[in-house]
């Protein structure tokens, strides 16, 4: 969906693509059909003169990464367009020439990229990463002792921290849900299991949309709605939805985005997004929670942001105010938004989803698809990373002890030698399994803007190749 014709359904592609999409990448017939597409089937973008051009797929001439290495761990970082970079370095020593300058304030940088965000200026902020702007978020809204927070057990620290200080300073209830993993599972499930939580003291939704240990995309939309029915806030870590997905944060109806702008937003170290909704519409009738700007500079406030002062009050730029930015890092990163509006953010959500499906076909078709920790076949559930374990499948109830360390070293062992072997940068991650009392450890990878089907095919060939060499058949 992008910012001018965002869909009002429930599934990231939008209800008027959802099955041209499976279509495209054969999906319908199953892991097979989807293992034979030949290419992520999208066209080259338009591009603006003063940025280089770029074709889907093709790293050069717009990125600097090194092509002996195959990148496929954005989910933890990604790769700043070389254009940028070249600014940013300009921009550093201007303002090391002359520390006065500030290129003319944060404001404009936030007018020119709220727009392609679903976002108006009050209701975006450019943060310094995911957890910071949730941080900021869980510490200004109003939650006392005895009210309630939903929220899950595949969860980041940056989430985890500051919902443990509303426990530990506070009194906060914290409600954790067990997730489901691999590909046995519908959107409808995460709506039945948080609503099957609620009680008359619940006051927040806290969860992750995807969730970062197996990609899972919480499907937000339909857990907005429910909120919206029950007097619920929502609060949405998306470190991995910026750059990934064309999101119109207004239309999602969620109230809170935390946001990363250096993962799959590519932009410098340090950035990221937050955004709080500042109206009350057809997309969220409810009034948003009393909200206090927590970390500001701003000493004219003198109370938190209601939904009677919200036209005045700015609580954006009061978020945005902490004292002396360092501004060529932000207006790297507004420009870095700015050549993802150019390329078409819906053209790149199509093509990273489509390789991850294509992905997802591939696993499927070698290892089984009880092998995945992450959905498949629901367009609702999907993201551009894909978590799957080469060595056992998704339903193994490992115990604590001698067996799970042999499992981490395993999957440690996997990512180091596909990297010094194979020349590709994969990560894994601890993951809770139900019904299993050691957390599993799949590998993790990311599929974005500068892969194409034929890295899917390296990458799947390696894979195959090692996990063969390690004793797996």
Known sequence: MSEQTASTSEDPLGASNRRDFFKLVGAGAGAAAAATVASPLLPASAFAADSPKFKLGEPRPAFILDPDVLYMNIGTTGSTPKHILKSFDDDDREVARNPLETFGGVTPMRQAIAPGFGAQLEEFVISYNTTD????????????AGDEIITTNHEHPGGNGPMNLLLRRRGVKIVVLPLPVGNDQRATDYVDLFRAAITNKTKAFVFSAPTFLTGTMLPYKRLAKLAQSKGIMTIVDGAHATGMFALDFNATGIDFWGCSGHKWQCGPGGTGVLYIRNRVDRNNPLPLFNFWPTNTNNTLLTGPRTNENAATYGIGTALQ???????????????????????????????????????????????????????????????????FSPFHKNSLVLQLGDAATAETNQSTEFVTRMREEYGIVIRNTAVPVIGSPAPHHPMRISTHLFHSARDVDRLVRSMKDLAMKMGVA
């Not at 702007?133 to 006392?144: D, Y």
């Open 321 to 387: 105010s902490i004292g002396n930015p360092n501004y060529p890092m932000l207006k790297a990163f507004a420009e870095t938004c700015q050549f993802w509006d150019r390329i078409g953010r819906r053209t790149i959500e199509k093509h990273d989803l489509t390789l991850s499906l294509y992905l997802k076909g591939k696993i499927a078709e070698v290892w089984g698809v009880e092998h995945l920790y992450s959905p498949k076949d629901d367009p609702e559930l999907l993201s551009a990373l894909t978590s």
């Open 133 to 144: 702007g949730m941080n900021k978020i869980l510490a200004g809204v109003e939650l006392n």
